[in-house]
């Protein structure tokens, strides 16, 4: 019974998959993970020099004009640096774009204008910021969380969001270091769509 309940979910997300509601030029798309009758308007700290590790789906090709994060608190001399990420079964793994830094000195959306087309797929969205302190930022509501990580045991009641790296200020290293899963609100990410 349990194989036939695979086969029916997997028929499912394929036919899911295939619809392809399709992405707009010029709007934006978030990972929209954890959200089931929560809100998009919690604060996730972040501490600094810490590389966070957030899926997307690109549900077909597309071209990313920028990406962006939103920092509840300023930093005079901080700074973001973002990225993207290939997925390997379920975890980042190559560096696909460092696309550099923004500073961080007003609370506001930081942007970052790229130029990149990608397949249709699930991607790593990566950043961290160097301020000195923990900084806040924009976070969904991990209402449900999402089962997309998987479980340590079976017996876990909280779900997995987003993995964490270590960071080193720098640029992002070109493989994505031993990663470490974390539960509880997941940090708000944004690309959008050229």
Known sequence: MPYV?????????TRVMDMRLGLIAGRWYDNGLGIAGGTYNHSVTVQPNVLQAVPILLN???KLDRI????????????I?????????????????????VGMSSSAVQEITIDKRYDGGWYWFV???????????HGIDNAEGNGLLGLTNPTDTGRYTHIHGAGGGGLLPQTFPTPSWQAGDVPRVLVRIA
């Not at 309940?5 to 997300?13: C, H, I, L, P």
């Not at 950043?127 to 930022?137: Q, T, V």
């Open 5 to 13: 309940e695979k086969n029916v979910r997997q028929r499912t997300m």
């Open 60 to 62: 077909h090709d597309a």
């Open 68 to 79: 962006a994060v939103h920092n509840h608190q300023s930093d005079a001399t901080g700074l």
């Open 81 to 101: 640096r973002m990225g993207l990420y290939t997925n390997l079964r379920g975890k980042p793994d190559a560096l696909l774009l460092d696309a550099g830094t």
């Open 127 to 137: 950043f961290e910021h160097s301020a000195s302190n923990p900084i806040n930022f």
